[in-house]
């Protein structure tokens, strides 16, 4: 732990709504590259009904959770005297990721990992001990084509991504030896958990369609339980996907449907045992519609993960009064 001598640092006033603008950082996908003929030929394609599989005995959840708690003003020790025009900006955050294991019938939490963070591109930064924890200073880099705003919460971003990716390879560790064969499904792109073993990606919000209109609309025409074939998909990187239902009472054509993803360097038979593999085993954890309003592609063992990590997180006003103590320090 580095102590804070040096750094001089200003909270802004508590505002809850931080971060919630900051959300919108997903790149636009369009000009995705598709192929088709991964796992049928397109001229082929038509949904797939769910096949026999033997379930895995066990089917993790990992997912993560981030919360702005405060924007910092760093002063430039080599201009003091002068602050407004020399501060810095930074964002104190914290996140949480964990992992819910689904099995014999019960869903536990297995591992949680919870951490603080400064992110900032001020050269100054230094980590800021507070009552509620240390908050672990991430120097990002300033880009010229993006607004300081989005670099920063890209860092918040990716600090999270490493650390759903840790708690991931433990939580597996911990269960290695009593359980025979698991899934483990990343709520969320697939990015960068690609070289897990018998790892999906889930991801419940369409914003982008990917595959060609007639091929598109077949996918609202999904009954419950059934799935396109695989497709190869590129954006900014390459993955296998395919669209699934899961069951649901109505709605839109595409309530129900979620796109999920696989490693780019699967072979046919592997990559299709695992979407038939997702095709039995997701709808299970579905949720019911009251319970959820963004049901059923919120999957309860998610919902209920992403609960518990919120809680240890801890109080944000709480977290909020600790960091203005330290920064008064
Ligand atoms: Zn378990």
């Known amino acids: 732990m580095t102590a804070v001598a040096g750094?001089?640092?200003?909270?802004?006033?508590?505002?809850?709504?931080?971060?919630?603008?900051?959300?919108?950082?997903?790149?636009?996908?369009?000009?995705a590259e598709v192929e088709l003929d991964v796992e049928v030929p397109a001229a082929e394609w038509a949904p797939i009904d769910p096949s026999p599989v033997s379930p895995p005995e066990a089917v993790l959840f990992v997912d993560g959770v981030r919360r702005i708690d405060a924007r910092v003003w760093i002063d430039d020790p080599a201009t003091s005297g002068e602050p407004a025009n020399s501060a810095s900006i930074g964002l104190c955050a914290s996140y949480a990721a964990g992992v819910v294991c689904c099995c014999a019938?019960?869903?536990?939490?297995?591992?949680?990992?919870?951490?603080?963070?400064?992110?900032?591109?001020?050269?100054?930064?230094?980590?800021?001990?507070?009552?509620?924890?240390?908050?672990?200073?991430?120097?990002?880099?300033?880009?010229?084509?993006?607004?300081?705003?989005?670099v920063l919460s890209s860092a918040v971003q990716e600090q999270l991504a490493e650390t759903e990716l840790k708690t991931a390879i433990e939580a597996r560790k911990a269960i290695d030896g009593h359980v025979r064969g698991d899934l483990l499904v990343v709520d969320g792109p697939l990015r960068g958990r690609a070289h897990l073993d018998r790892a999906?990606?889930?991801?419940?919000?369409?914003?982008?369609?990917?595959?060609?209109?007639?091929?598109n609309t077949m996918v609202g025409r999904l009954g419950p339980h059934q799935r396109t074939p695989v497709f190869l998909m590129g954006t900014t990187w390459v993955r296998h996907s395919w669209y699934l239902r899961l069951p649901s009472t109505g709605g839109p054509p595409w309530s129900g449907v979620v796109r999920v993803e696989a490693a780019s360097h699967l072979g046919r038979e592997e990559v299709a045992g695992l979407a038939n593999l997702t095709q039995s085993v997701l709808g299970r954890f579905a949720s019911v519609e009251y319970k959820d309003s963004r049901a059923p592609q919120n999957l309860y063992p998610i919902a209920g993960l992403e609960r518990d990590l919120r809680h240890r997180l801890g109080d944000q006003q709480y977290v909020h009064r600790a960091l203005r103590l330290a920064a008064a320090r």
């Open 7 to 31: 750094m001089n640092f200003s909270i802004d006033a508590w505002d809850p709504g931080y971060g919630s603008s900051m959300e919108a950082e997903e790149l636009a996908q369009s000009g």
């Open 200 to 215: 999906v990606g889930f991801i419940k919000s369409h914003q982008t369609t990917y595959l060609p209109g007639e091929l």
């Open 105 to 150: 019938g019960r869903a536990h939490v297995i591992g949680t990992d919870v951490r603080r963070g400064l992110f900032t591109v001020a050269p100054e930064a230094d980590d800021i001990a507070t009552p509620a924890g240390v908050y672990q200073a991430f120097r990002a880099t300033a880009k010229e084509d993006k607004p300081l705003a989005v």
